[in-house]
């Protein structure tokens, strides 16, 4: 796709990696810019029925470039910078109607943090770590940070995790339910692998209505949550994969999802 966004697809997974392993994969508005491109791509060909996020090098994102922060020259202010950049890629990811999983290869900070959140789910390296860098260079949280981390952790923790801005190794990133499984390094790459197969293989629309679902629950309330889940099941039950799901299950067989 270019230099510092790289775009691989195979057997149905797309792979996203950030690519510029040299300064720890920060984000200039470019990259930013490109990165938007490539979801857009996903979103846009029914053959993606899995997308991989991750890094390349060391990082999975140090977040925004602090040199181009400093020499940015233009209109803009940092908040519509904010509004034009990360807040639309962290919204087109949630917005995806496919799985997305973030391949936490190593260190994900500031803005970085708010992507590697805004996956689906996350597989980390036993050398990943998350660090909310915002602080310790005087800013608040962006990028959906704050958002994720008080919906992951509760109040209390987001707070301390926020206001102290301390790294937050692969492990306690599990024990908080910041990531879904930790691996050794060199099983990262096959774990994600095999985890992507299979999820490209599955019921595509009917994940992809599993996401919609979730996104509105989370600002929901229950009443609320019980109307749109019945208005969505409307739409999965006319789902080829959906009825394909029941013959199978009816005639004892594997079912084989399309993705329709
Ligand atoms: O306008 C807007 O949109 C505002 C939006 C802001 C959103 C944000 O993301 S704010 C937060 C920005 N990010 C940071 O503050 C993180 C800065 N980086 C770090 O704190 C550390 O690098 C890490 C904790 C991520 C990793 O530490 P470590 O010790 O493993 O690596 P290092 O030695 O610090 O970094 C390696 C190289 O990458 C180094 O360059 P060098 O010395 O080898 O030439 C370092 O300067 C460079 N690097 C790391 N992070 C950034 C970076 N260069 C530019 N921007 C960075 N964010």
């Known amino acids: 796709m270019s230099?510092?966004?790289?775009?691989?697809?195979?057997?149905?997974?797309?792979?996203?990696?950030?690519?510029?392993?040299?300064?720890?994969n920060a984000l200039t508005v470019e990259m930013t810019g490109e990165l938007l491109a490539a979801i857009e791509q996903?979103?846009?060909?029914?053959?993606?029925?899995?997308?991989?996020?991750?890094?390349?090098?060391?990082?999975?994102?140090?977040g925004q470039d602090l040199e181009e922060f400093l020499t940015v020259e233009g209109p803009w202010t940092v908040g519509e910078h904010l509004r034009h950049g990360y807040n639309r890629v962290v919204l087109a990811l949630r917005a995806l109607e496919k799985p997305v999983i973030g391949k936490i290869n190593g260190v994900a900070a500031g803005a970085g943090l708010g992507i590697a959140l805004a996956t689906d789910l996350r597989i980390a390296s036993e050398q990943a770590s998350f660090v909310p860098a915002f602080i310790g260079i005087?800013?608040?949280?962006?990028?959906?940070?704050?958002?994720?981390?008080?919906?992951?952790?509760?109040?209390?923790?987001?707070?301390?995790?926020?206001?102290?801005g301390r790294k937050v190794g692969a492990k306690e990133t599990l024990s908080l339910g910041l990531v879904n499984q930790v691996v050794p390094a060199t099983e990262l790459a096959p774990t994600v692998e095999a985890l992507a197969r299979q999820l490209a293989q599955g019921p595509t629309k009917g994940i992809g209505l599993t996401k919609r679902v979730l996104?509105?629950?989370?600002?929901?309330?229950l009443t609320d949550t019980l109307e749109y889940?019945?208005?969505?099941?409307?739409?999965?039950?006319?789902?080829?994969?959906?009825?394909?799901?029941?013959?199978?299950?009816?005639?004892?067989?594997?079912?084989?999802?399309?993705?329709?």
């Open 138 to 164: 005087g800013l608040a949280p962006d990028s959906g940070v704050s958002w994720f981390l008080q919906q992951l952790v509760g109040p209390a923790k987001a707070f301390e995790l926020l206001a102290t």
């Open 215 to 221: 996104n509105e629950a989370a600002s929901a309330s």
């Open 229 to 260: 889940e019945a208005q969505v099941q409307d739409l999965a039950v006319q789902t080829a994969d959906h009825k394909e799901g029941v013959a199978a299950f009816l005639q004892k067989r594997k079912p084989k999802f399309e993705g329709k």
């Open 3 to 24: 230099e510092h966004i790289l775009y691989e697809f195979n057997d149905g997974v797309a792979t996203i990696t950030l690519n510029r392993p040299d300064r720890l």
């Open 42 to 62: 996903c979103a846009g060909d029914d053959a993606v029925r899995c997308v991989v996020l991750t890094g390349a090098g060391r990082a999975f994102s140090a």
